[in-house]
């Protein structure tokens, strides 16, 4: 017999166990669905839980509950999920946890959805196949739990939403390849240049608590000199000196490029082009309802070509804004990898945002521990009279280090200045 | 200190406590008047017997600093606490040579004309190392294992996270001028956590995780009753109740349970059987530490709340 996925639904209705290897196999099974839904169970936390069970009486729930938590979850955030498992895994229905005779009884079940407990044995272990896996989609689907498949479905809600109903501030449907850059004239691009030019090494720094050698700092480092003084029998004739590390920091830029951004797009495009090009670790992104990385496009040395490589891939170019969803697939998807305390990381856009404001706040929150600082650049900022009072830019607000505005040439050089006095 | 050039850390023993069980660790951290649920009393006896570092996470004073001292407590050990910082480095961390003392001894040398090779020796010898907490803990954990407390390790940076993972996986630490130096028992290891950012799962992995949470309001009374005897029982359920109905507001800074206490102490000196919407705008500052909470609070009905707070007497314990 095989164990077959469970992913935790709204409460327990199924179980998975493997039968005749008593509690071992019960926490096999139990790690697997846990996996399934998305823990990371390495086999060194299986081995670290089984060598907790020699010390604990195992036929007490509450001590398999407390070992298994402590060594399977890493975080605060897994607690539900975890608690939301172990539920429908340990449970029947009725909240009692199944005891020996009952689940000698069960073997591999899976229960069909019969409400009162007699029906449990009644069930039967002759599903077929189709049945359930069509079972186990309709778990997935009805689960509130992050599988991609939902992530997937939610994304393309999103956008289906959009192309019905646009309204006037989230502009429509337009493509990239029929805007006229041109208009952006060598002049302005050549300036764009200096400036980012003079904005990255500014950036690109940060004062490290550290310490490195430099002869020519003030600093004396004591520890140094005296071992460097034993050579010439404790006589110090040369003192080292130290001062703070300067540490390259790495920029990470999310730009919105959903309809209502449309007016900045061309500047903004020049702008991400100009900086991917000096500086050759950052990592640019694009947004509207979607998440791209758009790294690779803008690393094209023609401007022209980088760009319709860029549009071709971002399909929703001025589309609408779900900026919570974005947010989170980064957080999700690269957060993890590339962010550090070293990281800067800015956010171009108006803030204007249809998805769930709770998502935005949330994730914003996790995207601000995450790295050094987080900069919104909201080009509205520089009109007036604009006060950040749209749903999506006052949730976002509390999470940023900085909040500046980025429509033209001069308030970049605005930005570097403040950049420069932190 | 042990100089070990051979590395058989595996054949150690567990160390020798009667703590036989989960319950027994619950009943014993209960009588240093620790109150703890039993997913923390099993979480910690398992810390001990799989030795195995306890990672702590959870709001700002809920207690686990407070855990990690009663603990050194039931152990009997020495409590050895690392508080990070950015910046935090292996000179005040780990060990440190003691500099003046190496240069008094170099400069008394001079006049006997010494072999400097000797000299050498001398200044690089135990006498002149500045134990830091990291290496003390691997010194002192003979006998009985010491409690390691890393506090606040959110605050500390990637390098000294990294650092930490590789001392935390051999407990044994190489000093190039003297050697090898490792631990004959592992000391018990607790790191601490805010989340004001998000630890590297590599260490956190290595690690038992803990979320502390507030306690519920059966199990604040007790502590209130535990650590301020000299309240009044209708006082300290009156005070979690307004704790438990604060906690779920939107504070800034929501208030702990070391505010709760102090709070119960404030108001004890104040001789307050009851509570009473005056003493509590005069004492308030005990829980909030925000103008703008406080303002909050205020404005969201305080005098509500104490009314609530008096309330519900079939809730007690």
């Known amino acids: ?422 | 200190m042990t100089l070990s050039q051979s590395g058989g850390t595996k054949g150690r023993k567990v160390p020798e406590i009667d703590l036989s069980s989960a319950e027994a660790v619950q009943e014993s951290i209960r009588n240093l008047d620790y109150i703890s649920d039993s997913t923390l009393a099993t979480t910690l006896f398992l810390a001990l017997k799989l030795e195995k570092p306890l990672f702590l996470e959870g709001e700002a004073g809920v207690g686990k600093t407070e855990l990690a001292k009663v603990l050194a407590k039931l152990l009997d050990t020495e409590l050895i606490r690392l508080q990070c910082y950015e910046g935090l480095d292996s000179n005040s961390a780990l060990y440190e040579w003691n500099y003046a003392k190496q240069l008094l001894h170099i400069k008394m040398e001079e006049g006997n004309k010494g072999d400097s090779k000797q000299v050498e020796k001398d200044i690089f010898s135990q006498e002149y190392l500045i134990e830091r907490p990291l290496l003390r803990a691997l010194v002192r954990s003979k006998e009985k294992p010491a409690v390691l407390l890393i506090d606040e390790i959110d605050r500390s940076d990637e390098e000294f996270e990294a650092f930490l993972l590789e001392i935390l996986s051999d407990f044994q630490i190489t000093i190039p001028e003297m050697g090898t130096i490792k631990a004959v028992r592992n000391p018990v290891v607790i790191l601490t956590s805010n989340r004001t950012r998000e630890i590297h799962d590599a260490l956190k992995r290595r690690c038992l995780y803990l979320w502390v949470d507030y306690p519920t309001f059966e199990k604040e009374v007790e502590i209130v009753r535990t650590k301020v005897p000299e309240a009044p029982p209708q006082l300290a359920e009156q005070i979690c109740r307004f704790m438990a109905e604060a906690r779920t507001m939107d504070f800034y800074k929501r208030p702990g349970v070391a505010e709760t206490l102090d709070w119960a102490q404030a108001l004890l000196a104040l001789h307050k059987e009851e509570l009473d919407a005056d003493s509590v705008r005069d004492t308030i500052g005990c829980i909030l530490k925000y103008q703008d909470d406080i303002k909050r609070l205020d404005e969201e009905g305080l005098d509500k709340m104490v009314a609530t707070a008096h309330l519900a007497p079939e809730v007690g314990v």
């Open chain 1, 1 to 422: 017999m095989t164990i077959r996925p469970v992913v935790a639904g709204s409460l327990p209705r199924r179980k998975v166990r493997v039968p005749g290897h008593g509690i071992e196999g019960e926490v096999i099974g139990f790690c697997r669905v846990l996996r399934r839904a998305g823990l990371k169970i390495t086999s060194g936390r299986i081995i670290d839980v089984f060598r907790s069970f020699e010390h604990l009486d195992v036929t007490n729930l509450d001590y398999v509950y407390a070992s298994t938590r402590a060594n399977m979850i890493s975080s605060s955030e897994e607690i539900s999920l975890f608690d939301a498992v172990f539920r429908q895994y340990w449970f029947d229905e009725q909240g009692n946890p199944y005891s020996d005779d009952n689940s000698e009884a069960m073997g591999d079940i899976f229960d069909e959805d019969i409400p009162d407990g007699a029906g449990e044995e009644g069930a039967g272990g002759e599903k077929s196949e189709d049945a359930e896996n069509q079972d186990q989609k309709e778990g997935k689907e009805s689960s509130g739990l992050p599988t991609e498949d939902d992530d997937a479905a939610t994304s393309e809600a999103g956008e289906s939403e959009d192309d019905e109903e646009g309204t006037p501030s989230y502009s429509p449907s337009e493509v990239l390849s029929g805007k006229d850059f041109s208009s952006f004239d060598a002049d302005q691009i050549a300036e764009l240049r200096r400036l980012i030019q003079k904005i990255v090494p500014k950036l690109a720094t940060k004062i490290s608590r550290r310490k490195k050698n430099d002869l020519n700092a003030r600093e004396i480092d004591l520890k140094r000199s005296v071992k460097k003084s034993i050579r010439t029998g404790g006589e110090v004739l040369r003192l080292f000196r130290r001062r703070r590390k300067i540490q390259k920091t790495q920029i990470i830029l999310i730009c919105d490029v959903s309809g209502s951004m449309d007016s900045y797009s061309q500047f903004l495009i020049q702008f991400l082009y100009s900086l991917q090009n000096e500086i050759k670790s950052l990592r640019t992104f694009v947004f509207s309802t979607r998440l791209t990385d758009a790294t690779p496009y803008l690393r094209h040395k023609d401007v022209k070509t980088a760009l319709s490589r860029l549009a071709s891939e971002v399909h929703d170019w001025s589309g609408g804004t779900q900026i919570g969803n974005c947010i989170r697939t980064f957080n999700y998807d690269y957060g993890r990898t590339i962010l550090n305390s070293r990281t800067i990381v800015m956010i171009i856009s108006d803030g204007w945002d249809r998805g769930d404001t709770e998502t935005l706040g949330e994730e914003m929150e996790r995207l601000n521990k995450k790295c050094h600082r987080l900069i919104w650049l909201n080009p509205l900022l520089g009109s007036a009279g604009y006060r950040p009072i749209d749903r999506g830019m006052r949730t976002a607000l509390p999470y940023c280090d900085d909040f500046m505005s980025a429509h033209n040439l001069d308030s970049l050089v605005e930005m570097t200045e403040h950049i420069a006095r932190i």
